[in-house]
């Protein structure tokens, strides 16, 4: 994305920061064009360009409305929530539009994107009537002891652009009920999806300074929401390498810091399965969304009796596919994100084809003629006969680009299906429930399915992976959430009338 301040057409607009409830320039003055993936000659609008300036006075604004939101018990925070989900509920389409525009995911897919917003935000609301802390027995007789749920004050959300709307919601709504006050800033390819939630927030009645919303680039924008001190938490999506800096810098001020990085995920196709089933599932995963999940399907193993009946039907769909613009109805995948995604793509193709080995079985190129001239498209690419060790199989690629790695049995499968430095999703397709059970058990992984894709986790279970992918934190549901967005403060009572000493104090 270009620095700019390009030619507006008809339809884009110049978009500010929302800084203590109104809505502002940066303080830099320069702005971003935000283009259309599929059409680089569409530009969505112009967004700001913003600088540590921008992010102290977002910070001081949320310091300034932290006392009075906290203070606003939660049932009441949550009413907000409520009506929040009712406005992304009736502006679902409008939003869903906005998103395949700037994100270029199928309509279908910026649907669910808004859908999963929704459901976070209505099942986060429902936390407002519980918020549970516990009580328990204490050592001494006529005394009291409980614990209780406090927010840990402001946080910074860091969030990618490949679901603009579902993981700030991820974020966002849980940090609200708990009555933190934030500075969210999303990805620089997709801000307006965000800019869509935090103006239905506003609407809904979130108070001035509740929600912040700073944009830019990472280094500008994204670095001083790590080192501000006011800060108490930084909550990040996005690579392991960036993941991983953001991290170091918030440990210099003790930030909380909750990751969820890279994934290279598996489904493991056994010799039983039903393979018509495997190979949709496959597509599913690995071609959805362009492969830009980070739960995408990315790494297909297939018992070696299933593999030549298998890669068969997997090609004979693939060949299908297709591929435009997302706002055609009749589009299955998308554009990727932006020319640096299509460099990296093409760049992991390249390696694959220089792999002793493995073979590009279909797909491979750019497409840049007619109709796909002005976007970045790359066709859905199948490499097989792949061993796990080759750099195709061991890295992120984030694209439509797809492994088939032989093996002979189950726990073959499952040594390849753990050799890798990441751990979110993986998958098994088999009939055979001992199989099943044993996979699920073996996998060092935070998702697993049986029998489906290893992409569409639903928000009331917790999201997130083991090694590379995560620092051990859990999104989604709600007791995973609730660890990151909120502090114990265990309270005693003693109602003895008599100075009672504990137990150690006492021997
Ligand atoms: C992501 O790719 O970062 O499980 C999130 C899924 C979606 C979320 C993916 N519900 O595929």
Redesign the pocket.
């Given at each position: 994305m270009a620095t700019a301040r390009a030619k507006l057409n008809g339809k884009s607009e110049i978009y500010k920061n929302y800084i203590g409830g109104r809505w502002v320039k940066p303080a830099s003055g320069v702005l971003m064009e935000n283009r259309n993936p599929a059409n680089i000659r569409d530009l969505v609008g112009l967004f700001p360009a913003s600088t540590a300036e921008d992010v102290d006075a977002a910070v001081n604004a949320a310091i300034e409305a932290f006392p009075k939101w906290k203070a606003m018990p939660a049932p009441k925070r949550a009413e907000i929530l409520y009506r929040l989900g009712q406005i992304l509920i009736e502006r679902k389409e409008q939003f869903a539009t906005d998103m395949t525009r700037e994100m270029g995911k199928v309509l279908k897919e910026s649907r669910g994107d808004v859908q999963?917003a929704i459901d976070m935000t209505f099942y986060t609301a429902g936390e407002g009537r519980r918020l549970h802390g516990y009580t328990t027995p204490s050592e001494l007789p006529e005394k009291m002891a409980m614990c209780m749920r406090q927010p840990v004050g402001i946080c910074s959300l860091i969030t990618?652009w490949?679901?603009p709307m579902?993981?700030p919601s991820w974020k966002m709504m849980p940090a609200l009920v708990c009555g933190n006050t934030l500075i969210i800033k999303p990805a620089e390819d997709t801000p307006l999806s965000t800019i869509n939630l935090v103006k239905a927030a506003e609407e809904a009645g979130v108070p001035a300074g509740v929600i912040n919303i700073v944009m830019g680039k990472g280094e500008d924008a994204g670095a001083p929401l790590t080192r501000n001190p006011g800060i108490r938490l930084v909550s990040f999506?996005g690579s392991t390498d960036t993941g991983r800096i953001v991290a170091e810098k918030a440990a210099r001020t003790g930030k909380i810091c909750s990751l969820?990085m890279g994934g290279k995920n598996v489904i493991m196709v056994m010799d039983d399965a039903d393979l018509e089933l495997a190979a949709e599932g496959a597509i599913w995963g690995a071609f959805g969304?362009s492969g830009q999940?980070?739960?995408?399907s990315s790494r297909i193993v297939v018992h070696k009796k299933a593999y030549k009946k298998f890669v068969e039907k997997l090609t004979g769909r693939v060949k299908s596919l297709r591929i435009g613009n997302g706002l055609d109805r009749k589009v299955e995948v998308g554009p990727v994100i932006n020319e640096d995604a299509v460099r990296k793509i093409l760049y992991y193709i390249g390696v694959g084809k220089d792999e002793d080995g493995a073979t590009l079985h279909f797909g491979g190129n750019r497409l840049d003629r007619g109709d796909y001239k002005y976007g970045y498209f790359i066709e859905p690419t199948i490499f097989t006969d792949v061993e796990p060790q080759m750099r195709i199989a061991q890295e992120e690629i984030f694209g439509p680009v797809v492994s088939i790695i032989p093996c002979r049995n189950l726990e073959e499968a499952i040594e390849i299906g753990n050799g890798v430095i990441y751990g979110l999703?993986s998958s098994i397709y088999t009939q055979d429930l001992n199989r099943a059970f044993r996979a699920m058990e073996a996998m060092n992984i935070g998702?697993f399915y049986v029998n489906s894709s290893t992409?569409?986790?639903?928000v009331h279970l917790p999201?997130g992976g083991t090694k590379a992918t995560g620092n051990g934190h859990r999104e989604g549901a709600m007791a995973t959430s609730l660890e990151i967005f909120s502090e114990w403060k265990a309270i005693y009572v003693d109602y003895s009338g008599k100075l009672q000493k504990a137990q150690i104090d006492n021997q």
């Open positions: 999963e990618p490949n679901f579902a993981i999506t969820e969304t999940r980070c739960t995408a999703s998702i992409i569409g986790a639903e999201f």
